[in-house]
Nanobody, 120 residues
Framework: VQLQASGGGLVQAGGSLRLSCVAS????????VGWFRQAPGEERAFVAA????????RYAASVEGRFTVTRDNAKNTVDLQMNSLKPEDTAVYYC??????????????WGQGTQVTVSS
């Protein structure tokens, strides 16, 4: 499975962005997908995850109620809708495929990151 994340950019606080993770490979629909982010000088941190069917999701407390993760297995995509963005959401965002977890090691496949910058 190869992953390509896109949709990052510069937005003002309170604004919205939608990130997309597009996958190649037939095995994508059997993989759970997670989103992680890494701010400058910090370790990569869990943001959200969705199971293979889209029937279960999980969010970090810091984004609960503001971010929504969805998937379309017919299109091999997982989206992360980010609303009410805050400057502290500024980071490089990564998508990963594997087994649903808040930790990195269960995810075997990683995409390149996409930069999200939220100005105050």
């Amino acid at each position: 499975v190869q992953l390509q994340a896109s949709g990052g950019g510069l937005v003002q606080a309170g604004g919205s962005l939608r990130l997309s993770c597009v996958a190649s490979g037939r095995a994508f629909s059997t993989n759970d997908v997670g989103w992680f982010r890494q701010a400058p000088g910090e370790e990569r941190a869990f943001v959200a995850a969705i199971n293979w069917s889209g029937g279960a999701t999980r969010y970090a407390a810091s984004v609960e109620g503001r971010f929504t993760v969805t998937r379309d297995n017919a299109k091999n995509t997982v989206d992360l809708q980010m609303n009410s963005l805050k400057p502290e959401d500024t980071a490089v965002y990564y998508c990963a495929a594997g087994s649903m977890s808040t930790r990195e090691f269960p995810y075997a496949y990683w995409g390149q990151g996409t930069q999200v910058t939220v100005s105050s």
